[in-house]
């Protein structure tokens, strides 16, 4: 199992920025793809970010020329910087890992969330 524990949610005023971390812990695994999604209420989650282990990155339209992921292979850790915020982009932030053991199996996990809310 993948352990993932997220950082940085909060409140900001729109064209604000916040940076979102999202440290992978366990044993013996390797992280293939990395990311974000988030949730508000009355709506399914959304991907908003992800990036895979060769960094490669998708984004959702919407956050296009205004966010940016990265990782830290080395310390198992996705980032997610988010520039001029806008209301919409309220919501709940879960990171979202899909992994395979280094002794075999795989998996997905998904962390605790954590809420960003950006006022107008």
């Known amino acids: 199992q993948v352990h993932l524990v997220e950082s940085g949610g909060g409140l900001v005023q729109a064209g604000g920025s916040l940076r979102l971390s999202c440290a992978a812990s366990?044993?013996?695994?390797?992280?293939?793809?990395i990311g974000w999604y988030r949730q508000v209420p009355g709506k399914q989650r959304e991907l908003v970010a992800i990036?895979?282990?060769?960094?490669?990155?998708n984004y959702v339209d919407s956050v296009k020329g205004r966010f940016t992921i990265s990782r830290d292979n080395a310390k198992n850790t996705v980032y997610l910087q988010m520039n001029s915020l806008k209301p919409e982009d309220t919501g709940v932030y879960y990171c979202?890992?899909?992994?395979?053991?280094?002794?075999?199996?795989?998996?997905?996990?998904w962390g605790q969330g954590t809420q960003v809310t950006v006022s107008s």
């Open positions: 990036i895979t282990s060769g960094g490669t990155t």
């Open positions: 366990g044993s013996s695994f390797r992280i293939n793809v």
């Open positions: 979202y890992a899909a992994w395979e053991g280094r002794l075999g199996g795989r998996g997905e996990n």
